[in-house]
């Protein structure tokens, strides 16, 4: 069970961050919890422990897949989370904090956002399929195309002006996300 349960994300969630359910659903997780109460004071043998453990698992898919629905049913909360990320990212990436504190961390994002980090990636990947770190590398990526097609800064100036401290990192980064290096980008344009 120890094994098994780390696979359930929802468990780094931060309170707030609480499953919503349907009155169906909720029945169906207080039937799993009546289960086990009724088994846990019923006489003990070797078979009590298994049947326990069978229906706290149960109990842990039930929640798993509650959370996973709920992150598609509640598409107006959950699209402002995005649309606040999307917020966020561009004023960050407009402002001074690029040069002075690096690329914006996924715990800078997520306490920014009032989530966790963990609530944050998994949402994303349900309503984008990108985890939080790809939504920075993203919008770098996009202010580095904009720099780099619009200004004459030599791409050390700007992987400097993007929070890096090494030139060789951004355009790694770059070429990994656009399949052209910076200059082969910038090229394109002339």
């Known amino acids: 069970m120890a094994k098994t349960i780390t696979k359930y994300e ?7 961050e609480a499953l919503f359910l349907s009155d169906k659903e909720e029945t169906a997780m207080i039937g799993i919890m009546h289960s086990i109460q009724q088994e846990y004071h019923s006489n003990i043998d070797k078979f009590s422990q298994d049947i326990i453990i069978a229906q706290l698992e149960l109990l842990f898919v039930h929640a798993d897949r509650f959370y996973h629905r709920q992150f598609l049913t509640r598409k107006i909360t959950n699209h402002k989370i995005l649309d606040r990320l999307e917020e966020l990212l ?9 040069v002075n504190k690096g690329l914006p961390s996924v715990q ?6 009032n989530v966790s980090p963990n609530y944050l990636s998994d949402l994303l990947k349900v309503l984008t399929g990108q985890s ?26 700007i992987a400097y002006e993007l929070g890096f401290e ?13 399949s052209l290096s910076p200059l082969g980008f910038r090229h394109s344009f002339n």
């Open 90 to 98: 561009t004023d960050y990436f407009n402002s001074d904090d690029l």
């Open 132 to 157: 939080t770190q790809q939504h920075i590398h993203d919008k770098l990526i996009e202010k580095a195309k904009e720099k780099l097609s619009t200004g004459d800064q030599s791409v050390s100036e």
């Open 166 to 178: 090494h030139s060789q990192s951004f355009s790694k980064l770059f070429k990994a996300k656009t």
């Open 108 to 113: 800078y994002i997520a306490e920014a956002l």
């Open 10 to 16: 929802y468990f780094d969630y931060s309170v707030h």
